[in-house]
T-cell receptor, first 115, second 110 residues
């Protein structure tokens, strides 16, 4: 597609439920990042995929969070046993290579609300 | 200490004014620098990269000062449409992670 596509755009879930967030990067982009942004806060790095390399999971806040990227394209971020503090906008971005010289393109995000 | 620090503002300026934002970074090994723009309830969008020699794109000028570890963004002849939050972004390049500032809020007033 022309841009980074994320779904759903909005998700309201009950505390304790699991959620899956999807990201479809720009075709040909080998680097994919997940960030989250809480109200009035900066972007918090979660995880990074680059081609077939092992992902950099150093930003995942707890073992309730996991992500995978199948076939080097679509990525799914899973949050198990959601908590209210997980409420945020989850942003996916993709880039040619590692984005070091190119910056990257964000999707429009998934707004997650845990009630 | 945060990797990237910005003055959150808000900056409220009249149309036509010139406004400048600064951003400091803590890691002297940082390699790549960017300014992103984020409109309310939207995703960040790349505004411009920042090159060592400084670079200009229309009304926008970005500069890098490695010795003092800061980057700047200058907006000339401000337009109402420039109202947004401006995010400073730094990348070590040798690593995977981009570090985002918390953003500087700009409102251009008619």
């Amino acid at each position: 597609g022309a841009g980074v596509s994320q779904s759903p755009s909005n998700k309201v879930t009950e505390k304790g439920k699991d959620v899956e967030l999807r990201c479809d990067p720009i075709s040909g982009h080998t680097a994919l990042y997940w960030y989250r942004q809480s109200l009035g806060q900066g972007l918090e790095f979660l995880i990074y995929f680059q081609g077939n390399s092992a992902p950099d999971k150093s930003g995942l806040p707890s073992d309730r969070f996991s992500a995978e990227r199948t076939g080097g394209s679509v990525s799914t971020l899973t949050i198990q046993r959601t908590q209210q503090e997980d409420s945020a906008v989850y942003l996916c971005a993709s880039s040619l290579r590692d984005g070091g010289h190119y910056g990257y393109t964000f999707g429009s995000g998934t707004r997650l609300t845990v009630v | 200490r945060k990797e990237v620090e910005q003055d959150p503002g808000p900056f409220n300026v009249p149309e036509g004014a010139t406004v400048a934002f600064n951003c400091t970074y803590s890691n002297s090994a940082s390699q790549s620098f960017f300014w992103y723009r984020q409109d309310c309830r939207k995703e960040p969008k790349l505004l411009m990269s920042v090159y060592s020699s400084g670079n200009e794109d229309g009304r926008f000028t970005a500069q890098l000062n490695r010795a003092s570890q800061y980057i700047s963004l200058l907006i000339r002849d401000s337009k109402l449409s420039d109202s947004a939050t401006y995010l400073c972004v730094v990348n070590l390049y040798t690593g995977n992670q981009f570090y985002f500032g918390t953003g500087t809020s700009l409102t251009v007033i008619p």
